[in-house]
């Protein structure tokens, strides 16, 4: 092909012939034999040796998004049935204390820490400024109710009066407490940075929060301070 001919077709065209007339080795399968690829790996390799190690690939990358999947599925089964534990002591509690200390179990046997801010609450443990709750909700909440991944560090100090639960680089599930007499949150912590993320489903864990608020505004708190799990030295 004389340099005329070249400079008419470009690398597109030729892609867009062989996409329209897919028949085109057809008659012609000496050209898929004889023709050769550059590799990263392999030096050359044939056009058939091409689309095998593709389909290799192909496999490789399916079976490990299965594997991926089945881990996950697994641990969401494990998380689920923890959370139905936990559901179960609350609605067993029999003050607003147990309530809280239900939660600190369950949260130190996941490795998590859980924080429940409540606005106007008696108890300091739990109590949060209007202001700064409010700010916080129409920064982060204002969508679904529920903000799952990092927190700033100026979001932060607006929820978590007694200082920051995990490290700089935790991961947060805050959930809005959607409650008509009570105004606050429950929030899972994590020092992964990983674990909790944007794209993951909140309804159970907004359920969770549901029952957490339906205790707290039915149960009393008893006028003896909270017992905190202690972590595991």
């Known amino acids: 092909m004389d340099s005329t001919a070249k400079e008419l077709f470009t690398a597109l065209d030729i892609e867009q012939y062989l996409l329209d007339n897919p028949d ?7 050209l898929i034999d004889s023709m050769s690829v550059p590799h990263h790996r392999e030096g050359t390799v044939s056009l058939f040796e091409l689309k095998l190690g593709r389909q290799r690939e192909q496999i490789q990358a399916l079976e490990k998004q299965k594997n991926e ?4 599925a697994s641990r969401n089964d494990r998380i689920f049935r923890h959370f139905m534990q936990l559901e179960k002591r609350i609605l ?3 003050s607003g204390e147990q309530v809280i200390s239900a939660l600190e179990k369950k949260a130190q046997q996941l490795e998590l820490t859980v924080v429940v801010g409540v606005v106007g609450h008696v108890s300091s443990q739990l109590q949060i400024n209007p202001q700064d709750w409010s700010k916080f909700k129409t920064q982060n909440l204002a969508e679904r109710g529920a903000y799952l991944g990092r927190l700033k560090r100026s979001d932060r100090e607006l ?16 959930l809005s ?5 009570l105004e606050g949150f429950l929030c899972f912590c ?5 674990r909790y993320q944007p794209s993951q489903d909140t309804l159970y864990l907004s359920h969770l929060a549901m029952v957490v608020a339906q205790q707290l505004t039915n149960l009393q708190w008893q006028k003896v301070q909270t017992l905190h799990v202690q972590p595991h030295s």
Do not use: C, N, W
Request: charged fraction near 20%; charge should be negative.
């Open 24 to 30: 085109f080795f057809v008659g012609r399968e000496h």
């Open 159 to 174: 929820i978590f009066t007694q200082g920051t639960p995990v490290s700089e680089l935790g991961s947060y599930a805050v």
């Open 69 to 72: 999947l089945m881990t996950l």
């Open 190 to 194: 994590s020092e992964d940075g990983g």
């Open 177 to 181: 407490f959607e409650h008509p007499s």
């Open 92 to 94: 067993l509690a029999k």
